[in-house]
Each structure stands twice: as C-alpha cells, then as structure tokens.
C-alpha cells in the first residue's frame, strides 16, 4: 500500500522501490491580494504607513532675504561737499570782506579797549558763521575740526591778499581763528542733537 503524502510534503526516493516522507520546508507566507509580504512576515496593512500629506516634525525652511545693510555712519558725501564748499566760500570771503570793511572805516584792530575788540569779533565772525553751517551738516566731530582748519586756510590767503592784517598778529587769531573754532562746534552740537531727536 503507498503511503499518502501530505499536500505540503514532498517525497524523496531513498532506495530502489522504496519511498519515506520527507517533511518538506514550509512556503513563504503568500501576498495577500493588494500588497507584497515583508521580510517580516507583515503586510502592508499591518505596517505604519504616513502619509504623504502628513507634514514634517521640523519647522518650514524660510525664504532667504538679501541681508539688511548696516546703518550708515559717518556724514555722507554730498554733506561733506556742502560743508567744505561753504567753508571756502566763507574763507575766500574775506577777499571782498577786507575791502568792505575798509570802504566803509570799520577797522578791526582800530580799538583796544574790550568793547572795540568785542564788536571787532562779531564783525570778523561773518564769514565764519559757514563754520557753524558746515558743523551742523557734517554732523561729526572729525569733521568740525576739518571744515575749521580748511575756512582758516582759505581766510589766511585772503587776509593776505586783501592786506587785511599780518598772519602773526594776534588780530588773525582773535577774528580768524577764534570765530571758526568757536562756531564750528556749536553747529556740530546742533546737528547731532537734531539728529537725535529725530531718531
């Protein structure tokens, strides 16, 4: 009589005639319809599927700006142009100034006394007042000292020229000098405290 073999099993011929079931290796797990079997043995209907629309953990990479200029420090160029043009301007005045004051007989070292030297200071201190314009549109301290130096310079080739006086005189220190190194700071101090408070 043969011995039935099991559907799962299979038969191995040991000897002539003769037959012994063999129990054979078990079959992969078959897919189930609408997927593939894992290595795990899982289907996809067990296994963690996300989503496609499901966003990510991490926060949305934002868009890139250029990045923002740094403030602008310092006076700009046109206010330096303005500046140092109106300081010569102010210095080359005196090249006109010197004859007016002297066609109408105001002399700036006439008096001695301290009212003549006071009315003397404010009348030689017409040209400077562009030293008081120049601070107040450089706004800046580093230039206050240039547009001074530069209106002394240009006042001293005039004071020469209009034979206003001797540069070594205290008299071109009292209404040269004097009135640009006074007037200059007031205007710068003007200027950034107004730009301050304009924020």
């Known amino acids: 009589m043969t011995p039935q073999v099991h559907p799962n099993e299979t038969s191995e011929v040991i000897g002539a005639g ?3 079931p063999v129990v054979a290796q078990e079959m992969p797990p078959v897919a189930e319809p609408g997927g593939a079997a894992s290595d795990t043995g899982m289907t996809p209907a067990t296994q963690a599927v996300t989503p496609e629309w499901v966003p990510s953990a991490s926060p949305p990479t934002p868009t890139r700006y250029p990045p923002a200029a740094p403030p602008r420090r310092g006076p700009s160029a046109g206010r ?5 043009g109106l300081v010569v301007i102010g210095g080359l005045a005196w090249w006109i100034y010197g004859f007016v004051l002297g066609a109408v007989g105001f002399s700036l070292s006439g008096g001695r006394d301290v009212f003549s030297i006071l009315v003397s200071t404010l009348v030689a201190a017409v040209p400077a007042l562009t030293c008081l314009v120049a601070g107040w549109l450089v706004r800046s301290w ?3 000292i ?3 130096l530069v209106y002394v310079a240009a006042s001293a080739l ?3 020229l209009a034979a206003v006086g001797d540069l070594v005189t205290a008299e071109f220190a009292l209404y040269v000098v004097l009135p640009a190194v006074v007037l200059s700071p007031i ?4 200027g950034i405290a107004a730009a301050r408070r304009r924020g």
Do not use: L
């Open 142 to 144: 580093s230039g206050m």
């Open 80 to 84: 330096w142009a303005w500046s140092i």
């Open 18 to 20: 003769d037959s012994q």
């Open 158 to 160: 005039m004071w020469m």
């Open 146 to 148: 240039v547009a001074a």
């Open 187 to 190: 205007g710068t101090f003007i």
